[in-house]
T-cell receptor, first 113, second 116 residues
Framework: QQPVQSPQAVILREGEDAVINCSSS?????VHWYRQKHGEAPIFLMI?????EQKGHDKISASFNEKKQQSSLYLTASQLSYSGTYFC??????????????FGKGTKLSVKP | DTGVSQNPRHKITKRGQNVTFRCDPI?????LYWYRQTLGQGPEFLTY????????KSRLLSDRFSAERPKGSFSTLEIQRTEQGDSAMYLC??????????????FGPGTRLLVL
């Protein structure tokens, strides 16, 4: 039940916007977003819990549509530092947090000057 | 506290040898996770501990893999009779959780294993 991320890769110019989607075939309890740069640990971005929840952090925000079992990550006015691979990690809905995350294959984002 | 640490950072071994990795979580984090990541893939869950109890193991975890967290602090992951297919980045993550609360998992830098 690995979530499906799209697109697989995206190339942006600095200042452009991007959307990364994460879809699951199973009911989800939460969605966790991480960014990983080559050779480094995944860095936590945000968690979304409730259906329809939206969160923002600087110019990166995300939404979680529980009914559609989908989450989207929005990157606004991208910066060079946004480059990396973005992963969504999903928790199945067992009525509470189980901790075990199932990650998608990632979306590689490249921001060019 | 500087975060999750893992040792060694790199390990090259010959097929059939045993290897052991160590993970030191963020202090006071009660959960510790092991994941495996291969090129072009997201992290794959292997197992996790709450304090010293191993609560879940993935079906990916063959009987050649064993993990311990004896005192509820650091953890070790041992792979016996390594195979070339074991080559991967092994990531450790830790979190603090209570009840059914959401938790943030913080990842370490990983141990990159190459089996020749």
């Amino acid at each position: 039940q690995q979530p499906v991320q799209s697109p697989q890769a995206v190339i942006l110019r600095e200042g452009e916007d991007a959307v990364i989607n994460c879809s699951s075939s199973k009911a989800l309890y939460s969605v966790h977003w991480y960014r990983q740069k080559h050779g480094e640990a995944p860095i936590f971005l945000m968690i979304l819990l409730k259906g329809g929840e939206q969160k923002g952090h600087d110019k990166i925000s995300a939404s979680f549509n529980e009914k559609k079992q989908q989450s989207s990550l929005y990157l606004t006015a991208s910066q060079l530092s946004y480059s990396g691979t973005y992963f969504c990690g999903t928790e199945r809905n067992y009525g509470g947090s189980q901790g075990n995350l199932i990650f998608g294959k990632g979306t590689k984002l490249s921001v060019k000057p | 506290d500087t975060g999750v640490s893992q040792n060694p950072r790199h390990k090259i071994t010959k097929r059939g040898q045993n290897v052991t990795f160590r993970c030191d979580p963020i202090s006071e984090h009660n959960r510790l996770y092991w994941y495996r990541q291969t090129l072009g893939q997201g992290p794959e869950f292997l197992t996790y501990f709450q304090n010293e109890a191993q609560l879940e193991k993935s079906r990916l975890l063959s009987d050649r893999f064993s993990a311990e967290r004896p005192k509820g602090s650091f953890s070790t992951l041992e792979i016996q009779r390594t195979e070339q297919g074991d080559s991967a980045m092994y990531l450790c993550a830790s979190s603090f959780t209570w009840g059914l609360s959401l938790e943030t998992q913080y990842f370490g830098p990983g141990t990159r294993l190459l089996v020749l």
